[in-house]
């Protein structure tokens, strides 16, 4: 089951040249949700992997770069005659603010269902839940979100399988299922259950204690990192986290990989990337458009993906080529070094 973080915008509040405002699409198998819809987040697909069929919209919070977008995105699926229904849900707030906007996007031809979630609520889906973790972003109520995939079968042991005087076929693949096979049960022949990935994405927020307990062994964590260390008093007062907040908290929190997201306008990335890496060496600085992807543990760690269309996105003008941030490498479709 393939698992990826698709980067549809990685800045904060405004947008600059280089970054999109914030947007993460997952991708798990056939299921599409994006986490937040900043302003531009529509044409920023349509740039890149196409406006795809999701199915749900996490909201994280209320303030306009993390919103904006979605009325005229609600539009653009209108007028393709999409007749898939369209779940959004965010904070207490959110069917208010939808109603609101319903002035902009008009009348749908899809069914759209506004869930206004608790915390620590959790979406079930096939195979995984999405549950809303509570942070610290000012006085109204905001979210982060945890995907947790549910917990796999252990691994099958052909070897005892056949010395128990199970034949090489269609048993194995029963006893891999569940079902006992010529009085032989499965649990003699499969390991212990294995952990399934999980994802988490902070939202706006100041370091918390919710957030740190819901990211404890994620496989990635993405963490915004508004300001740079040098700014701390300016993040504490705005409910923000520089890099090296983030990236401690990664540290306390055992996760796997950190990466870097609603960086400020005022940052290349590559800086705020290095002063994480200072306190958690498995940190990622991601720019619009890169992947990461998430394999099973045992297959090896999450690795990010630079955009290989970088030199010329579709739709884009001749000469309209996007050099790399200050300090990056030029990379293309490049899995990026440690």
């Given at each position: 089951?393939?698992?990826?973080?698709?980067?549809?915008?990685t800045?904060?509040?405004?947008?600059?040249?280089?970054?999109?405002?914030?947007?993460?699409?997952?991708?798990?198998?056939?299921?599409?949700?994006?986490?937040?819809?900043?302003?531009?987040?529509?044409?920023?697909?349509?740039?890149?992997?196409?406006?795809?069929?999701?199915?749900?919209?996490?909201?994280?919070?209320?303030h306009?770069?993390?919103w904006?977008?979605?009325?005229?995105?609600?539009?653009?699926?209108?007028?393709?005659?999409?007749?898939?229904?369209?779940?959004?849900?965010?904070?207490?707030?959110?069917?208010?603010?939808?109603?609101?906007?319903?002035?902009?996007?008009?009348?749908?031809?899809?069914?759209?269902?506004?869930?206004e979630?608790?915390?620590?609520?959790a979406?079930?889906?096939?195979?995984?839940?999405v549950?809303?973790?509570?942070?610290?972003?000012?006085?109204?109520?905001?979210?982060?979100?945890?995907?947790v995939?549910?917990?796999?079968a252990?691994?099958?042991?052909?070897?005892?399988?056949?010395?128990?005087g199970?034949?090489?076929?269609?048993?194995?693949?029963?006893?891999?299922?569940?079902?006992?096979?010529?009085?032989v049960?499965?649990?003699?022949?499969?390991?212990?259950?294995?952990?399934g990935?999980?994802?988490?994405?902070?939202?706006?927020t100041?370091?918390?204690?919710?957030?740190?307990?819901?990211?404890?062994?994620?496989d990635?964590?993405?963490?915004?990192?508004?300001?740079?260390?040098?700014e701390?008093?300016?993040?504490?007062?705005?409910?923000?986290?520089?890099?090296?907040?983030?990236?401690?908290?990664?540290?306390?929190?055992?996760?796997?990989?950190?990466?870097?997201?609603?960086?400020s306008?005022?940052?290349?990335?590559?800086?705020?990337?290095?002063?994480?890496?200072?306190?958690?060496?498995?940190?990622?600085?991601?720019r619009?458009?890169?992947?990461?992807?998430?394999?099973?543990?045992?297959?090896?760690?999450?690795?990010?993906?630079?955009?290989?269309?970088?030199g010329?996105?579709?739709?884009?003008?001749?000469?309209?080529?996007e050099?790399?941030?200050?300090?990056?490498?030029?990379?293309?479709?490049?899995?990026?070094?440690?």
């Open positions: 089951m393939d698992l990826s973080l698709f980067f549809a915008g800045g904060g509040s405004v947008p600059a040249a280089r970054r999109g405002l914030p947007a993460v699409l997952v991708r798990r198998g056939g299921d599409r949700l994006l986490f937040d819809c900043g302003e531009g987040t529509q044409r920023q697909l349509l740039r890149s992997v196409g406006l795809v069929d999701m199915d749900s919209v996490f909201v994280t919070h209320f306009a770069d993390h904006l977008g979605l009325p005229g995105m609600l539009k653009s699926l209108a007028l393709r005659e999409r007749d898939l229904p369209l779940a959004v849900y965010g904070p207490r707030g959110i069917a208010e603010l939808m109603g609101v906007m319903r002035i902009i996007y008009g009348r749908l031809p899809f069914e759209l269902s506004v869930v979630l608790d915390p620590a609520q979406v079930e889906r096939d195979g995984y839940r549950a809303a973790v509570p942070v610290q972003h000012g006085a109204r109520e905001a979210y982060g979100y945890a995907l995939e549910d917990e796999r252990g691994e099958f042991d052909p070897g005892a399988a056949e010395r128990l199970v034949s090489p076929g269609p048993d194995f693949g029963r006893l891999q299922r569940g079902h006992p096979v010529d009085g049960s499965p649990e003699q022949v499969m390991g212990p259950p294995r952990q990935r999980k994802i988490v994405l902070s939202g706006d100041a370091p918390c204690e919710a957030l740190a307990v819901a990211a404890h062994e994620a990635v964590l993405v963490h915004e990192a508004t300001f740079s260390d040098e701390a008093d300016r993040a504490r007062e705005t409910f923000h986290s520089t890099a090296r907040q983030a990236a401690e908290l990664a540290r306390g929190a055992q996760a796997r990989m950190l990466a870097l997201t609603h960086i306008s005022r940052y290349a990335g590559s800086e705020v990337r290095e002063e994480a890496r200072a306190a958690f060496a498995a940190t990622e600085a991601p619009d458009f890169d992947t990461i992807e998430v394999p099973f543990p045992e297959r090896g760690p999450a690795a990010l993906i630079r955009w290989s269309g970088r010329a996105r579709p739709g884009a003008e001749p000469g309209e080529a050099p790399p941030a200050a300090g990056e490498p030029a990379a293309a479709g490049t899995i990026s070094s440690p």
